[in-house]
């Protein structure tokens, strides 16, 4: 085939793979794994990227659509243990400034805690440069009720799945765990976590110092562009994003695991004394000397899953 005839015949299946795919959309790939790594290798002595093994039985189902957004499908990939003793699933939600990121930066966390026996959904969502708050968080109550719908075929209980995420995810993660019952997100009752983990996500967007941080930019700070502006003209919307306005006697347990950068968890002895005030259990961690992205590398990594892991069966043993 000739050069011209071959480059001719790419573009056309080209053009019918995007024409198959709906529209266009903005797409911000600032953040990456990669970046992240080069950004913090000589920072970090001992960083190390991940060694992810398989055990003999675990499966992973990549890309299962739970919603259609009327333009495109949305989809969730589902890390499924040799085992399912726990009957506990567990729903990440990835970081990137609510602007950015993947599932995919999920995939290692996700292994160690199928390996422990956890059934873990990986949903992806709509970031602000496709569509501004709320609509990622109806995303992802969306991709919590489906989990709970599908929970027979992965042999979980709908009443053991809880809701995590990190940075923003962690941020977008505990806002639904605590304000998802109420509706806000779509029907409460499908939306309603039996446990809530935040790795480094800020708790209060109204908190002066997440605001020192948050709004540095004004209107082009990463969580502005999510929100729709500035906290100086969209404070309400502020307000109602803070997960540690929605926290009460009807939150879930929850496990907060921090960085160490105390901006990153804005909020946080907010929603501990609350939680401690209705005699919910929670628990705090936090490393030291570790990157905000902590849950990506390599020593941090196996700590984090031994966290989550060891939080999730106490509680178990507390309901038993």
Do not use: C
Request: hydrophobic share 45%; glycine share 10%.
């Amino acid at each position: 085939m000739r050069s011209s005839g071959k480059l001719a015949w790419v573009l056309a299946l080209a053009a019918m793979l995007v024409s198959g795919h709906g529209p266009a959309r903005e797409v911000d790939d600032s953040y990456t794994i990669g970046q992240r790594f080069a950004q913090y290798q000589d920072k970090f002595p001992g960083i190390a990227w991940p060694a992810v093994t398989w055990q003999a039985g675990q499966s992973v189902l990549f890309d299962r659509p739970y919603k259609n957004t009327g333009t495109r499908d949305l989809h969730i990939d589902v890390f499924r243990p040799a085992a399912n003793a726990s009957r506990i699933g567990i729903v990440l939600v990835h970081g990137g400034g609510w602007r950015a990121g993947a599932k995919t930066h999920f995939y290692a966390l996700a292994n160690l805690l199928a390996q422990r026996g956890y059934t873990v959904f990986l949903p992806e969502f709509r970031l602000s440069p496709e569509a501004p708050y709320p609509a990622g968080m109806t995303d992802i109550g969306d991709a919590l009720a489906w989990a709970r719908a599908h929970a027979g075929e992965f042999g979980v209980d709908p009443a053991r799945i809880a809701i995590g995420g990190a940075s923003s995810g962690g941020q977008m993660a505990s806002l639904l765990a605590y304000a998802g019952p109420s509706g806000l997100f779509g029907a409460g009752a499908d939306r309603t976590a039996a446990a809530l983990i935040d790795l480094d996500g800020v708790l209060d967007f109204t908190d002066p110092e997440a605001l020192r941080f948050e709004n540095a930019a004004g209107d082009a700070s990463p969580a502005a562009r999510w929100l729709g502006g500035a906290y100086e003209n969209a404070g309400a919307r502020w307000k109602e994003a803070s997960a540690a306005s929605h926290v009460g006697a009807a939150s879930p347990p929850t496990l907060i695991i921090s960085s160490g950068i105390a901006r990153f968890t804005q909020g946080k002895d907010k929603v501990i004394a609350e939680l401690e005030r209705n005699r919910i259990p929670n628990r705090w961690f936090a490393f030291t000397g570790a990157p905000h992205d902590f849950w990506l590398f390599d020593p941090w990594l196996d700590k984090v899953a031994q966290e989550i892991d060891g939080f999730l069966v106490a509680l178990k043993k507390k309901d038993a």
